[in-house]
């Protein structure tokens, strides 16, 4: 198998795809211009390589943008010529890094479709997000990432319970590596009301944002409304999990 070779083997790196988070084109290049940028430099024959720019394009839902410069391409335009660019050498293994975060509703759904035309051709996909629901909603198996260590990896059918969702899960996982998480939660919410020494109230704060895997930096002060919104939102969704 190619992932057997060494890290610099030329052969392995040609069976495989990425898209990072926050890609950068040449914003001169039109779509056609840029697909045909990287297929010269994977050395495609210039046959084969219009030719795949071709099906690219039209995977990507951008055959009537082929002429436009990126410079005039939304975001979602840009993620999915970024996708199409991402499989201009033909790889077996494709990485897409968060390749809907920041996107409005039509984008996000142009992209997600285009992402599972991808998946649908028989290709192995690396699928990295935060968002649990597209995830969810993508992948046939999946992989829990805690402070850089695999902590659950299998098949979404195996892992989860009949009408529970892959963010419940993942709170669950989380909450299970550390101890006083569950009564750190509830004391936090018992406490949140009233007045209690800082020393005390940022002690249960660290417990609580230990169990559901954020930091302290996510806090600009030591009550409740201060919260960021992704804190706030963390907290609304492990609250409902525990009591649920």
């Known amino acids: 198998m190619f992932l057997e070779k060494q890290i610099g083997n030329i052969e392995a790196k040609q069976k495989i795809g990425f898209l990072p988070q926050s890609p950068y084109f040449y914003e001169s290049f039109s779509s056609v211009e840029l697909l045909n940028f990287y297929g010269k430099i994977f050395k495609i024959p210039k046959k084969t390589r219009y030719k795949k720019i071709e099906e690219l394009l039209d995977m990507a839902g951008l055959t009537d943008s082929r002429k436009i410069p990126l410079r005039k391409f939304s975001r979602g335009m840009l993620q999915r010529i970024g996708i199409a660019q991402t499989l201009i050498n033909d790889p077996d293994l494709v990485f897409f890094d968060e390749p809907i975060v920041g996107l409005d509703p039509v984008g996000r759904k142009e992209v997600m479709d285009t992402v599972l035309n991808v998946k649908k051709q028989g290709r192995t996909v690396f699928f990295c997000s935060h968002v649990l629901h597209d995830v969810e909603m993508l992948c046939d198996s999946i992989g829990i990432l805690d402070k850089g260590k ?69 806090l600009r002060g030591f009550e409740p409304p201060t919260f960021g919104s992704a804190t706030q939102r963390s907290i609304q969704l492990s609250y409902r999990h525990m009591l649920n």
Do not use: Q
């Open 150 to 218: 695999l902590i659950v990896s299998g098949k979404l059918k195996d892992l989860l319970d009949p009408k529970e969702s892959l963010e419940e899960y993942f709170l669950k996982s989380i909450e299970k590596r550390y101890r006083g998480g569950k009564m750190s939660l509830k004391l936090l919410y018992s406490y949140s009301g009233r007045k209690k020494t800082k020393e005390k109230y940022f002690r249960l704060i660290h417990n609580f944002l230990r169990a559901i895997g954020l930091s302290l930096a996510c």
